[in-house]
């Protein structure tokens, strides 16, 4: 049997997508059509995480994500993944009580733009993401105006499930001044932000966070089968 997967969930657009892309693509893994591993999903409110990433209290924040994890393990988790990469700032808070390994987004990540030899990542996200050591130093961070807007276009469009075109042009826009910059690639480290773009549409190869992170989980998942 392939293990369990715990999702600890924070925004619910970035989760749906890596919840559909861990039973969508399971099959290819597993070798039968529908197959994937057993999921389960917990969050609590946004606003209450919004609450508490606004007061800068990320003990708070790992305590919330703490606590969905107790959930997964009385669920029958065997290990947990995050499809939210800013509130991965209170997991070293946190991960040494967790009962349930974690698999880190930025991680995943960094060793999926180590792999395809990308040299110079540029780096987009909230601003509190932007902001903090989550991903490594060296990544390539928008300007200030740049992650204001950025953070608005997420929190107030993304993750409620508003797509406009404005908020395209604007990644766009930025995509490529990371480009003119000397980027070799772009990492969508907001987990919404690849609802907007991808490969198609952007000037520097993606590395889109949500996804990468979903197969690996289905990875580590059905390794116990090999």
């Known amino acids: 049997m392939a293990q369990h997967i715990g999702i600890v969930a924070c925004s619910a657009e970035g989760a749906a997508l890596c919840y559909r892309t861990i039973c969508v693509e399971g099959e290819k893994l597993l070798g ?11 969050t609590p409110s946004l606003a209450a995480y919004m609450d508490r990433i ?36 209170a997991l070293p808070m946190i991960e040494g009580r967790s009962p349930l390994p974690w698999l880190h987004i930025a991680r995943v990540v960094d060793a999926a733009a180590k792999a395809r030899g990308f040299k110079r990542v540029g780096l ?25 807007e950025i953070n ?14 404005e908020g395209i042009a604007y990644h766009q826009k930025v995509i490529d001044r990371l480009k003119a910059q000397g980027c070799d690639a772009v990492a969508l480290c907001c987990t919404e932000i690849p609802l907007i773009i991808n490969d198609g549409n952007s000037s520097l190869p993606t590395l889109d966070s949500t996804r990468l992170l979903a197969r690996a989980a ?3 998942a059905v390794a116990v089968d090999k």
């Open 32 to 42: 039968r059509p529908h197959a994937h591993p057993e999921v389960t999903m917990h």
């Open 54 to 89: 606004h007061e800068g209290d990320w003990k708070a924040v790992g305590e919330l994500m703490l606590a969905s994890v107790a959930k997964l393990r009385t669920a029958g988790a065997d290990f947990v993944i995050c499809p939210d990469n800013t509130i991965h700032q």
């Open 124 to 148: 987009l996200g909230t601003k509190w993401l932007v902001d903090s050591s989550v991903y490594p130093a060296d990544y390539v961070r928008p300007s200030t105006e740049e992650r204001v």
């Open 152 to 165: 608005r276009i997420i929190m107030d469009e993304l993750v409620k499930s508003v797509f406009k075109p």
């Open 218 to 220: 289905l990875r580590r």
